[in-house]
């Protein structure tokens, strides 16, 4: 295939995936957010960098959000929300953390492909991308045109960025008040 | 617009963008890649987020990459690319460290909407993805659905990925053989 | 040299630098500290690493902290004060942030070994850590002990890390309410 | 304590703590570094700054070095060596990573003011930097002048810089071909 050809079937794939995915949870998510004294994200990999970008929108929303592991991220607490990405939901460093946020008295909702996975279990709320047999660690069969977690990586990000189209009719934000929050040093 | 509705959305104006994209450039692009003695990639905010997404694919497919700032990124010389994304084309930080990479000799590849740029300018060569009045810092003007520079970041990650499908094809990589150099400890 | 040698040698270098600063630019590197209402911290490679400790330990105090460059930085504005470290204070990246920073409004202190260099002409108030000879990139002679920057980048860290004692007192923080803000999703 | 004061007694407790290391512990590290194929290192919060510091430092000596968590760090394997810090040495996440390297057949490292550790116990071998009374998380009592783990944080990068001017002399590299790898991108 040329490149006149794969983005245009990666997209057809991704469209597949966000259609299954059920609405209602992506409305529980969103309350979840709305509720949420302050937000924390946590991911690992690829799915970690969709992850950071969906903090830094939820930044520019007017959200108090972290990313766990950078530099000025305080100790999470009741009220809290974690919000943890991990397509297979084993992911050890993430389970772990999620398992620390729950003991510390803040909710936790994982974004995964395995509703049946030890974060998915441990977490208050899931929202489910069913992507099959993408995998990074676990899988070892491919039912879709690229390797490893790509689909679910991208299906998390359009995934996220769709939430962010939500909370900004939801806190009646606009584009401009969200463009003044942005860095302005880089 | 509800979670039935906003990804569709999101997919139709992600098709629009890529099937704008030049399959020369994206050819030239793979040429580049695979002749790189050692890849970095560059870029700030969630655009950067979508680079380091690139960058880790590299590495599973065996190419020798770095992320610019990260710790162990050593000195970039004459036979290596610097691959930047940047959708306005006018990031300082960015366009700083593309001046830096050519004056070391290195050639720069710049992935960006404006092709009349600083940055594509300076660049060696140029993909164009084709967003129109997104730029998060210098636009006010919204043609689609989403604030800021989403539609850029995400069009910036799926045409890396299909990038990534391309260069699977040219170096006889498997899946297999990727997910043997993924990262094991996280 | 042997293990038993080489750390009291280094904590020797370490002490010329330390007894040559000038405790008046302390004092008022603290007073700047206490007015901001946002801090912001810059560097870049090591120096980098040492300010995202002195930030880490900023949000323990109970200051509003960010690390340029990380996820959810929202923009500087006036009234904010941005730290910078760079010890040739010629830093491409770091001397551009800080020209955006005081385009922006924002308050600039830089910590130097030269009080001469484009950073610390272009900083509102420098900090002057006289470490001779042992710049990265522009030197060419050793007279320390130790490699590259490493001599700076260790002063930088010991002279911040006293800053934080002198913010406890001044704050009247206690070692709990520090702890109590540590992460612990970790 | 004014600013003319407090970093003298810094230095005389990082002196205390530094002259208690065990010389042979360092000299069996010094060996580990010099056998292993690949490094990795790994710690969290401003421990695992100074951990990035050290990663630094080795690329600048020659070696292939890693920061756990960083973009393009590949799968550790058997011949691999991991370097943990962590003064406490129970951080969940590192005494998790160190699980993972070990039963991918890595060889571990611990660094750590605590030899009785759940860390200490599982890494192959140990280097004790005894810092008392200093751990983030689990004391009440401070014996030093500063805050939570500072001085545990400020050994680390003394005691892992003494070592890098011994790996300078065991691999006979010049402060030259060290900053000829400094990154150029900055």
Redesign the interface.
């Known amino acids: 295939?040329?490149?006149?050809h794969?983005?245009?079937q990666?997209?057809d794939e991704?469209?597949d995936v966000?259609?299954q995915?059920d609405?209602r949870q992506?409305?529980l998510f969103?309350q979840l957010l709305l509720a949420a004294k302050r937000i924390?994200v946590?991911g690992?990999?690829?799915s970690g960098?969709?992850m950071?970008?969906f903090?830094?929108?939820?930044?520019?929303l007017g959200f108090t959000?972290?990313?766990?592991?950078?530099?000025?991220?305080?100790?999470?607490q009741g009220g809290d929300l974690?919000v943890v990405g991990s397509s297979s939901g084993e992911?050890?460093?993430s389970v772990?953390?999620a398992g620390?946020?729950k003991k510390?008295g803040a909710t936790v909702i994982a974004l995964t492909g395995h509703p049946d996975s030890t974060l998915a279990r441990l977490a208050h709320a899931v929202v489910v991308l069913p992507v099959r047999n993408i995998d990074?660690?676990h899988s070892?069969t491919?039912s879709n045109?690229?390797?490893?977690g790509?689909l679910a990586?991208?299906s998390l990000?359009?995934?996220l960025?769709?939430?962010?189209?939500?909370l900004?009719?939801e806190t009646a934000?606009t584009?401009?008040a969200?463009?003044?929050?942005?860095?302005?040093?880089?």
Do not use: W
């Not at 045109?145 to 490893?148: G, T, Y």
């Open positions: 295939m040329t490149m006149a794969i983005p245009r990666i997209l991704l469209r966000l259609d995915t609405p992506g409305e969103v924390f946590c690992q990999g690829r960098l969709m950071k970008a903090a830094m929108r939820l930044m520019h959000a972290f990313v766990v592991g950078e530099t000025t991220v305080p100790s999470i974690l992911t050890a460093t772990c953390i620390l946020a510390a990074a660690t070892h491919r045109s690229q390797p490893l790509s990586e991208q990000l359009i995934y960025d769709a939430i962010v189209v939500r900004m009719t934000q584009a401009e969200m463009r003044a929050r942005h860095a302005n040093l880089e």
